[in-house]
Antibody
Framework: QVQLQQWGAGLVKPAKTLSLTCVVSGTSFSDYYWSWIRQTPGKGLEWIGEISHTGSTNYNPSLKSRVTISVDTSNNQFSLNLTSVTAADTAVYYC??????????????WGQGTLVTVSS | DIQMTQSPSTLSASVGDRVTITCRASQTISSWLAWYQQKPGKAPKLLIYKASNLETGVPSRFSGSGSGTEFTLTINSLQPDDFATYYCHQYNGYSGTFGQGTKLEIK
């Protein structure tokens, strides 16, 4: 079965970099885009960005200057880095399977979520 | 950005009831609309895609309809497991947006 398992630091200091990684199993890694989504009580669910196995990326314009999503195809993993974090970046972060190439499709498989708190 | 507006924000209902949640898009999204169910501490679960297609394994009491800018999620004969928060999601392009959620509570 398709599984996404994510991990990363749950506490990040202000102005530092948030880093999370997601490993994928049970599905073809190369057939889909892979996304990061976050959820806050105030702004709800927010798409952060996506990456393909070739490294092709798309980012939310509101976060683009601070976000990098990278891929490690040898381990079926993709990662999120968000720089210069503030308290507003405190959220539950999810990785998710996105759309196949050339097809519109929603997020059908999600990681378990990681609560990241930005605090000194 | 396409804005998604859900109503109501909160809905109180009883087991066995039929409920409807509405989602409006700020511009047309054809049928590129999904519905998710989320329970506390869990990731959203995909229920419906392309406005009216039931995801595999989702009970048939869930149904979706609509196109363009107005969409509905209907749950027939509410079960205890259905009390959760529901989100719509437009995926008309790679950068989708979500509604703010509808919390379905037990009356």
């Amino acid at each position: 079965q398709v599984q996404l398992q994510q991990w990363g630091a749950g506490l990040v200091k202000p102005a530092k970099t948030l880093s999370l990684t997601c490993v994928v199993s049970g599905t073809s890694f190369s057939d889909y885009y892979w996304s990061w989504i976050r959820q806050t009580p105030g702004k709800g669910l927010e798409w952060i960005g996506e990456i393909s196995h070739t490294g092709s990326t798309n980012y939310n314009p509101s976060l683009k200057s601070r976000v990098t999503i990278s891929v490690d195809t040898s381990n079926n993993q993709f990662s999120l880095n968000l720089t210069s974090v503030t308290a507003a970046d405190t959220a539950v972060y999810y990785c998710a399977r996105g759309h196949p190439f050339g097809i519109y499709y929603p997020y059908d498989y999600w990681g378990q979520g990681t609560l990241v708190t930005v605090s000194s | 950005d396409i804005q998604m507006t859900q109503s109501p924000s909160t809905l109180s209902a009883s087991v066995g009831d039929r409920v409807t949640i509405t989602c409006r898009a700020s511009q047309t999204i054809s049928s590129w609309l999904a519905w998710y169910q989320q329970k506390p501490g869990k990731a959203p679960k995909l229920l419906i895609y392309k406005a009216s297609n039931l995801e595999t394994g989702v009970p048939s009491r869930f149904s979706g309809s609509g196109s363009g800018t107005e969409f509905t999620l209907t749950i027939n004969s509410l079960q205890p497991d259905d009390f959760a928060t529901y989100y719509c999601h437009q995926y008309n392009g790679y950068s989708g947006t979500f509604g703010q959620g509808t919390k379905l509570e037990i009356k």
